[in-house]
């Protein structure tokens, strides 16, 4: 299969550039593949922490906080979804963060155990900088004259001014002192105060400027501007003595320290320093440098950007010196699905399997599977995800426009299904419940409705669903079986195919595929359909060498393995082809393709890769989605309040036009042309792709000040 774009995507795809900056994720056209890579979250540019037993980052795009349990590999969103926040800290059982909704900069805390927030500051707060350690945390407020640091001690819940200078910042706590940077005698020195005695003093006043301290217990680390370059010194409260950890020739910034180690940046790289023996290591080249690095006990976390420009929260075990993942979805993917707009698959985690649903349109990944349980094969249509769960023997449904979760079977109603045989098509689910003599049942995931379809004498070899149709392999005898084909509307079943050889079939667009075994003077697997409209059955493909086996369809394409080109005959390739065209498709992966679990749904192909030694899941799609019979279209006649409307200029100049794409989609995204005017035309971004000649006339004709983009809720 070659790579060969068609027409319109291709036009798209130079239309959408030369107008719009960005790579939105939905401008990937026919044939691009896109490798689907959360082992790094994508965080927004407001800071991240790392303690014993949590991480917390806020995702790009979010508003709430991600608190993320290290152990278990979950993840929990907390704070409201409205108001701005930055600069997220963890320690113990507490999260605190800088938050606008009261209309300042406030400081908030999360008591993890509690599930309560509570606010810290006055309300009208203007603080920059937060850090917690223990049962302290400490900000500074600009809201007074000047700038000073202030304390809040949990256990006490008293709220404490600790300077008096009004040129303090940057505070940093441990469990006996706070420290922080003042201005004071005119440049920015360290001083400290000590929690027990209550007491002020100078830590380092020399020359030039002492900035961004960071405290671990009696040990404060800094950055020391006084020389040609900056440089990373530490001072001793204990013995009163300072001491440089590096005098090289480039700038170092943003130290942070836990207990001997120190990691900062130096010329754009994550370092890791050693406080005792003055020694240091590289831990990352070419990291994002305008976010402190952070570290607690073996771990360094960091951000760094991808090659799309995206921030990268990295996590970096020092001991074992690699890269881990972080994030609940982020373990070995397995099992992947897809479905024209959406792609599933298992995270195998060190503790727990999640399902992870990816959009492709939007480029986002969620896990939408509890912490204990234990999934198994999703699938996913263009509205629900399916999956098994072994802990429970039962089937589980998401319903992705309304994020919810639901156990579809329940073993008290004498339900059992079958731990892969099932199948799903839009709101229908397949499945064979085994509670008994096996048993076809078709659920309806939006009602909940359950309809028996048929009794067996033994379980299936294989099963499908497709529309009003329904077909599944029963076995007749050793190494005989018969394709049945059932229809839902008329409540009748066929034998289409009677005592052969063959172990599964597929449902299309009017048709039934299989592999069948043929005895002959040459044996082969060949593949054969059965056109449901004119009742016959037919050979695929006109071969009879070598083995074309196990089909998966999905609409008009077939894709199947073969082995006739192949030097040896075990070595098997994949192919599609088109029944309604009898074509074979042109698109294909890249021949750097190391690919297992291939699937086929909707309009794209998924699978798992190895081509860069680790695995991910990659995805293609080989036509353009289908439109679904819900209801995610614009009303064609909306009212006011149902969209907003903005000149496609003003979102060119502002820079907003690929963030408003991303976030509307398809068909929520659409173009006024002649806007005002009695020509007045309307396209939305999914109706653009599929006439581009048309998109382009209106664009040429209209001319950018007279076309808006309206928005649809």
Do not use: C
């Given at each position: ?28 056209g026919?044939?691009?593949e ?9 965080i ?16 790009e795009?979010?508003k ?20 701005t926040?930055?600069?997220p ?7 605190v ?15 993890i ?15 920059s ?20 640091i ?7 819940g008293?709220?404490e ?24 005698n ?9 929690l027990k005695t209550?007491s ?13 301290p ?7 680390t800094?950055?020391?501007?006084s ?9 001793s ?11 090289d ?15 900062f ?6 370092v890791?320093?050693?406080v ?9 080249r ?22 799309d ?6 996590l970096?075990?020092v001991d ?5 993942p972080i ?7 397995s ?26 349109e ?9 912490l ?10 263009n509205r629900y995800v399916v ?6 023997d039962?089937?589980f ?5 309304k994020?919810v ?28 419940n085994?509670?008994?003599r ?11 409705k ?8 033994n379980e299936?070899?294989s099963?499908?669903?497709y ?15 018969s ?10 079943d ?20 299989w592999?069948e ?45 073969d082995n006739r080109?192949?030097?040896n005959?075990?070595?098997?390739y994949?192919?599609m ?9 042109d ?12 699937r086929i749904?909707?309009n794209?192909?998924?699978w798992?890769d ?5 695995p ?8 353009r989605?289908?439109?679904d019979?819900?209801d ?21 100049t ?19 042309f002649f806007a ?15 006439d ?20 649809y809720?």
């Amino acid at each position: 299969m070659k790579l060969t774009p068609k027409q319109g995507w291709l036009a798209a795809a130079i239309l959408v550039t030369s107008l719009w900056s960005g790579t939105p994720a939905f401008a990937k056209g026919i044939g691009d593949e896109i490798k689907i890579d959360v082992s790094q979250p994508e965080i927004a540019k407001t800071g991240f922490d790392i303690s014993a037993d949590y991480a917390v980052w806020m995702v790009e795009g979010d508003k709430t906080i991600t608190l993320y349990e290290l152990d278990d590999n979950s993840e929990l969103k907390i704070g409201d979804k409205s108001s701005t926040k930055t600069s997220p800290r963890v320690d113990g059982n507490y999260v605190v963060w800088l938050d606008t909704r009261d209309g300042g900069s406030d400081v908030y805390m999360y008591d993890i155990s509690k599930k309560k927030e509570t606010l810290l500051s006055s309300g009208s707060a203007k603080a920059s900088h937060v850090e917690i350690s223990g049962k302290n945390v400490v900000w500074d407020d600009k809201s007074q004259d000047g700038s000073d640091i202030y304390q809040y001690n949990i256990t006490s819940g008293d709220v404490e001014q600790i300077s008096t200078s009004g040129k303090a910042s940057n505070p940093t706590v441990s469990d006996t002192y706070i420290a922080w940077q003042d201005e004071r005698n005119g440049n920015a020195d360290i001083f400290y105060y000590n929690l027990k005695t209550k007491s002020e003093k100078p830590g380092v006043t020399s020359r030039g400027d002492q900035l961004n301290p960071s405290i671990y217990g009696d040990q404060i680390t800094y950055e020391e501007d006084s020389d040609e370059y900056s440089q990373i010194s530490t001072y001793s409260i204990a013995t009163g003595k300072t001491k440089k950890l590096t005098t090289d020739s480039s700038d170092k910034k943003s130290p942070h320290g836990y207990k001997d180690s120190v990691v900062f940046i130096d010329d754009g790289d994550v370092v890791l320093g050693d406080v005792d023996s003055g020694g240091s290591k590289i831990v990352k080249r070419s990291v994002y440098d305008k976010l402190p690095p952070k570290i607690y006990g073996d771990y360094v976390i960091f951000a760094k950007t991808d090659s799309d420009d995206k921030l990268r929260l990295t996590l970096y075990d020092v001991d074992e010196k690699e890269e881990l993942p972080i994030g609940s979805t982020a373990g070995e993917p397995s099992q992947p699905d897809g479905h024209d707009r959406y792609v599933v698959y298992i995270s195998e985690g060190s503790r727990n399997d999640s399902v992870i649903l990816y959009d492709v349109e939007k480029g986002t990944s969620k896990a939408i599977t509890k912490l204990d349980a234990s999934p198994s094969r999703p699938l996913v249509s263009n509205r629900y995800v399916v999956w098994f769960d072994d802990s429970d023997d039962a089937l589980f449904s998401y319903d992705i426009k309304k994020g919810v979760t639901k156990q579809v079977t329940d073993e008290d109603d004498d339900q059992l299904p079958d731990d892969k045989l099932y199948e799903l098509d839009g709101n229908n689910l397949l499945w064979v419940n085994v509670d008994g003599r096996p048993e076809l049942v078709v659920t309806d995931l939006s009602t909940s409705k359950s309809t028996d379809i048929v009794t067996l004498k033994n379980e299936p070899l294989s099963i499908d669903i497709y529309e009003k149709y329904v077909s599944w392999v029963q076995e007749q005898s050793s190494n005989k079986a018969s394709v049945f084909l059932y229809d839902m509307d008329e409540e009748d079943d066929t034998e289409i195919r009677k005592n052969v050889q063959v172990t599964q079939a597929q449902l299309g667009e009017n048709f039934v595929v299989w592999s069948e075994y043929t005895d002959s003077t040459k044996p082969s697997w060949d593949l054969y359909y059965y056109d449901i409209d004119r009742g016959k059955t037919n050979s695929l493909l006109r071969f009879s060498d070598r083995d074309q086996i196990n089909p998966q369809s999905s609409r008009n394409m077939v894709l199947f393995e073969d082995n006739r080109l192949s030097p040896n005959k075990k070595d098997f390739y994949h192919e599609m082809y088109d029944v309604e065209d009898g074509s074979y498709s042109d698109y294909a992966w890249d021949d750097k393709a190391e690919v297992e679990d291939v699937r086929i749904g909707g309009n794209r192909l998924v699978w798992i890769d190895k081509r860069d030694s680790t695995p991910y899941v990659y995805t293609l799609a080989f036509d353009r989605p289908q439109d679904d019979d819900d209801d995610n279209e614009p009303n064609p006649d909306p009212e006011p309040g149902d969209y907003k409307e903005y000149t496609i200029l003003e979102l060119m100049t502002d820079g907003t036009l690929t963030d408003k794409m991303n976030e509307a989609g398809f068909k929520n995204f659409v173009m006024v042309f002649f806007a005002g005017t009695s020509k007045e035309e309307t396209m939305s971004l999914s109706e653009a792709f599929d006439d581009m000649d048309r998109m382009a006339d209106l664009f040429e004709q209209s001319g950018l000040d007279k076309i808006n983009i309206r928005i649809y809720k």
